[in-house]
């Protein structure tokens, strides 16, 4: 079992930065690769970001490649995701999860997920 906790959300203008952090408790996380997803109100649950176990490999939605990044540290058993140049149509909840299938970018890839943190970007 693990336990995943995102912080850093909040209110920023758009043009500004942002990074949410995701802790893990229970189990280490380099056991997992690991997933950043994102829901808007009304809206499904879309892929944002994902890293391997180790942090060698990175994959990002097309929206946001360029603009965000995601890193880990094993150490701390904690993900990352650097959001710059944040754009009103980032505005959603972000969730970080533990990815167990194969597909990179599917929600039905990952099993752990976080409650989620709100990201509120205004224009």
């Known amino acids: 079992q693990v336990q995943l906790v995102e912080s850093g959300g909040g209110l920023v203008q758009a043009g500004g930065s942002l990074r949410l952090s995701c802790a893990a408790s229970?189990?280490?996380?380099?056991?997992?690769?690991m997933g950043w997803f994102r829901q808007a109100p009304g809206k499904e649950r879309l892929f944002v970001a994902a890293?391997?176990?180790?942090?060698?490999?990175?994959y990002y939605a097309d929206s946001v490649k360029g603009r965000f990044t995601i890193s880990r540290d094993n150490a701390k058993n904690t993900v990352y995701l650097q959001m710059n140049s944040l754009k009103p149509e980032d505005t959603a909840v972000y969730y970080c999860?533990?990815?167990?299938?194969?597909?990179?970018?599917?929600?039905?890839?990952?099993?752990?997920w976080g409650q989620g943190t709100q990201v509120t970007v205004s224009s």
């Open positions: 999860a533990t990815k167990i299938g194969s597909n990179w970018y599917a929600v039905y890839a990952y099993n752990y």
């Open positions: 229970g189990r280490t996380l380099s056991s997992y690769a």
């Open positions: 890293i391997n176990w180790i942090g060698s490999t990175t």
